[in-house]
């Protein structure tokens, strides 16, 4: 599957970031057709901007340390309120909720689950994420998540995994969620600090795959649950992607503070 630019990412800086490219001086995007892509970046050295094939540039890379105590601009927040915050020090990001309802992670609405996200910077892709070690009550719930939100039609849907406990859910360990289903698949790892991972990749004919596993050192990675149905129609252009993480409970009683060390999205090139 050839990378893809997707326009509704917003976020430039993961060029930057991954070739130390100065996109400040950026003019267009075209067409998402690999070859007909470009960009306009500047040339420090030669001191002119310069037209790039987006398929010549490095491959798309963002990593955030959580390491400023400053929330970085890329970011988009959401779910912020008086019993919910989002704060960056001590070289992590905490989303908090100290009571009251995070019933949902994506939509729109009163009780949205605190999180963070930013556009997808292109496919194949593969996030990762490291979820430190908290107090982890029943009816909680943190990781990292996928969302793919048609531009004003139809419905978003999300894929994620997270550190997960829940007695109704018959769950303490983690969990691969879909939507409102909090566990479709799940294991008794509790394992903290735990570093999450989710892939896009190439499946069959014009169609592609959804990966979702968990490291306990940050270097051997078990995959514990495969979409195969993530449609080749969500790579066309009239839909956003969305990645990043987020904190949630169950029940408007349980509080949490769930502390995430870095976060990193790169296109994926490794063995299927």
């Known amino acids: 599957m050839p990378f893809k630019f997707n326009p509704f990412a ?18 267009e995007v075209t067409a998402l057709d690999v070859g007909a892509d470009y ?3 500047y040339d420090a050295d030669a001191g002119v901007n310069k037209k790039v094939l987006i398929e010549n540039l490095p491959k798309a890379a963002f990593t955030d340390n959580f390491d400023d105590d400053d929330i970085y601009w890329g970011w988009e927040t959401d779910g912020i309120g008086a019993n919910k915050t989002i704060v960056e020090a001590g070289n992590v990001i905490t989303l908090s909720c100290t009571g009251g309802a995070t019933d949902a992670r994506w939509q729109q609405g009163t009780n949205v689950a605190p999180k963070i996200f930013t556009g997808a910077p292109g ?3 593969e996030i990762i994420a490291k979820l430190n070690d908290f107090t982890v009550n029943n009816d909680v719930s943190a990781g990292i ?8 039609i139809g419905e978003q849907t999300e894929y994620g995994i997270g550190r997960l406990k829940s007695a109704i859910e018959g769950v303490d360990g983690l969990a691969v969620w879909h939507e409102d289903n909090e566990a479709i698949a799940s294991n008794a790892v509790t ?12 499946h069959g004919f014009n169609g592609c795959k959804v990966i979702l596993g968990y490291s306990t050192d940050g270097s051997s990675y078990t995959d514990l649950h495969t979409f195969d149905d993530f449609s080749s129609v969500h790579l066309a252009d009239e839909y956003s992607f969305f990645i990043g993480v987020y904190g949630k409970n169950l029940n408007a009683a349980a509080a949490f503070a769930a502390p995430f060390e870095f976060f990193t999205a790169t296109q994926d090139s490794g063995p299927r």
């Open 39 to 41: 960009i306009v970046i």
């Open 123 to 125: 496919f194949p892709l």
């Open 10 to 27: 917003k976020k430039l800086d993961y060029y930057q970031k991954a070739g130390g490219l100065d996109i400040s001086a950026l003019d």
């Open 191 to 202: 394992t903290l600090p735990i570093w999450l991972r989710i892939r896009v990749i190439a």
């Open 145 to 152: 998540f996928i969302a793919v939100e048609p531009n004003g």
